[in-house]
């Protein structure tokens, strides 16, 4: 498996700017996510020292080749899940890999996607969930069915089948995303993907229908989330962070509740703006240096005894 000091996730102006600190103190960097929303034609007007109007994509380009100017790995992959292992270390699950870090910087702007299901709040608690690791125990043996088009949800359903073999994927009407590879896994786990809309759900005591748009009725006693790519709030659902509404909780350094783990920019809700994502991009990484220099010492320590 690779390893790196610090795993940052999102390549927007907090996640680039996190780098460019964490690279140029010596910490072997990886920054994962693809081209932010504002890395298009945008005109920014507001950016400090920048007299003239500058495009999101010419500022996210600059900050992408000053991190690499000092030694950060930039690539275009996306993370479907985090876990903690034993030895406090990260272990980050991509489309293309597992990557472990002693320390992720979360990144990843705000993005979360609903489904559109009317009477979805009224099962949150209830048989609905957006995060497998802290609730498929729960549907031991039980039908469930994973809602989303993409790889982020193809990995949700066969992560349930520990839980349960009776696992369906819904693409909730969209044009299917997920990879040769992932279809070929849910195929030979034999887990189905439809292709429909739900319209509404269903169940007395908790869910136990699943209404498609179509009039089927499909039994289901879980409903897990997962449209689009993973967001902070599915990382923060599955790590234990602690969050008000969507966004991510930190304190002034932006750390977040769990050791080791740091958030800066949108996904921290504060002023959604590049100025402030930069700064606490900043603030992140100079957290993360301490945790992983903090984190060599108490292995040095161990070590020696
Ligand atoms: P983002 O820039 O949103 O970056 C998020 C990153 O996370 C992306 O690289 C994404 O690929 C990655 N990511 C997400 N999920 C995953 C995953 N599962 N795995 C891997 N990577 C992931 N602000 C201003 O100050 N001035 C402006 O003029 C201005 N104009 C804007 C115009 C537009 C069209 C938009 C959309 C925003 C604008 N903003 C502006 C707001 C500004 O862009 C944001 O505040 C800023 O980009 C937030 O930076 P961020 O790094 O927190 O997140």
Redesign the pocket.
Known sequence: MESVDILI?????????SAIYTARAGMNTLI?????????D??????FGFTETIT?KEL?ERGKAQAAKFGADIR?????GIHQDDAGAFVAK?EDKKIEAASIIL?????RIRPGISNLADYEGKGVSYCVSCDGFFMRGKPVMVVGEGN?AANQALELLQYTPNVKVCSQGKELSISEEFLYRLEESKIPVLTGKIAKLAGDNGLEKVHLESGEQIDAQGLFVAMG????S??AYSLGLMRNGQFIETDRDQRTNVPGVFA?????GRF??????VG??ALAGRAAISHVKERRRTLLDKEAK
């Open positions: 996730i999102g390549q927007g102006p907090a996640g680039l700017s994962l996510g693809c081209a932010p929303k504002v890395a298009g945008y005109e920014i007007d507001n950016y999101g996210i275009c992959d996306r993370v479907l991509t990144a990843t702007g705000v993005s982020f790519q993973a967001s902070s599915d990382f800066a920019g949108d996904c921290v959604l703006q590049i100025s402030v994502a606490e991009g």
